[in-house]
């Protein structure tokens, strides 16, 4: 796979950028991957454009598969494939975050 650009990435048109932490140490790595292949696999059909990241830690390493969800700054625990389907129809498309699943708010920028 070749380099990319930023409107190839989908930068221009994202509203929000997710970033998922798929273990091995707050989720078994089997869990994480499992979220992970499910959130691509969801946002393909969503209708708010979106960016996604996976990453390898986000430094609590226990509750996991974390989700944060940018630009509000929202941190989930356990984001199992069904919890993920809630949050993205709640929250991702209707703009209201799941709150018995949300572990801390914290907008970048002060
Ligand atoms: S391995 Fe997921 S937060 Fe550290």
Redo the contacts with the bound molecule.
């Keep these: 796979m070749g380099a990319k650009n930023f409107t190839e990435i989908g930068l221009p048109a994202a509203r929000r950028h997710l970033f998922l ?1 798929v ?5 078994s790595a089997d869990d994480g991957q499992k979220s992970w292949e499910h959130l691509k696999a969801s946002l393909k059909s969503c209708p708010v454009p979106m960016m996604r990241t996976k990453a ?6 226990s509750e ?1 598969p ?1 989700l944060v969800v940018y630009p509000e700054g929202v941190w989930y625990a356990q984001v199992t494939p069904e919890r993920f389907d809630r949050i993205r129809r709640e929250h991702l498309e209707g703009g209201i975050p799941v709150k018995e699943w949300v572990r801390a708010v914290q907008p970048l920028g002060g």
């Design positions: 932490c273990g091995p140490d707050c989720c390898a830690c986000l430094r609590l390493c996991g974390w």
